[in-house]
């Protein structure tokens, strides 16, 4: 793997120069809050947290809002609602939020493209980090453990007193470019050290499923969880790759002008599906629970097939009622990749290679 090596003391610094050109966003400790968010680095910079846990929101904040005004309207007509797509450096996006990321590209960008989405992106350069799981990560059992999309401009690996930052692309050699004099080639030590702290982190994950095995949370069914499921939304509101949004209108008094809305909702509410004629498409909370989590790891439909969970494990950790959600979406993908390998095998009685 090639790269760069930049000393611990030289990110900050790195990050400074960074600010010049364009806003950076870092995760921070709230500590008021007890929580850690993602917010714009102000003042002078210090070696930031890289080895901070989850954000609770995701990234996904940034370039899909959680409340945006999409046009308003008067007597004159629509009047398109300015996109803010200053340039934008998103710091220290763990694996499962590069691939989350790249999960929206697809369905923001790819078929149907939401141009407010798009616009928003393509001023966005993404400084990945690796990180150390804690027990609610289960990335590696929906292969996001890795920086495997390209989605990244540059990703940093720790490796105690500095990090080797692999490059993607132009744009990541761009960044570089801004404070060259900051890294250093690697040496063979540098190269060891990757590997054992690569090493690491998947000792971390294995053992974190061992224990979560050994506690038989994955034993739960999808009806005794949906059972004690508050259908609060929680787990949608902090999932990176959720995409569910309402739109609403609200219109001045007198009705000569108003706005159009967007706000993230979610699958689970009951009021989400509800048609003309008080239908419900999903009337039990044991539907709605199945449809969210079967959506996780089945995909949305013709065209989004595949797995949409990342295994961050926000939905796990900021459940009020605790369920064991990770487990469940763990054991899910270990049978969805079951049936895919039987089916490869059915495909492929021989076993000759193709
Ligand atoms: S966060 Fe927990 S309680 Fe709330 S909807 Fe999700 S599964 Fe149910
Ligand atoms: S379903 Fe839960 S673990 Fe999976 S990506 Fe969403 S928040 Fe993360």
Known sequence: MSGWILPQAELGPFLQTVREQMQVFAP?????????????????????????????????????????????????????????????????????????ISLLDRFFGARIADQRYVQRRAATRLIGADCLPDDACFCHSVVASEPRDAVYDLFLWSLEDRFWVTVNGESGAALIDLDRKRFRHPRPADRLALQRRQQLRARMLENGRARRQARGDAQWSWREWSAACFTCGACAMVCPTCVCTTQEEHPSLDGASGERVRRWSACLYQNYDRAAGEHHFRNERMERARNRFEHKMLGCGVGEEGVKCVGCGRCVVNCPAQLPLGEALERAAGNLQRAQAIKAAAANPGGEES
């Open 28 to 100: 921070t400790a709230v500590e008021a809050e007890g929580l850690c968010a993602l917010r714009p680095l102000n003042g002078a910079i210090g070696p930031p947290d890289t080895e901070a846990r989850r954000t609770m929101l995701p990234p996904k904040k940034l370039l899909l809002p959680n409340n945006e005004t999409l046009f308003t309207f008067d007597a004159e007509g629509y009047h398109p609602a300015p996109v803010d797509d200053a340039p934008t450096v998103l710091f220290g996006l763990h694996p499962c939020d590069l691939r989350a």
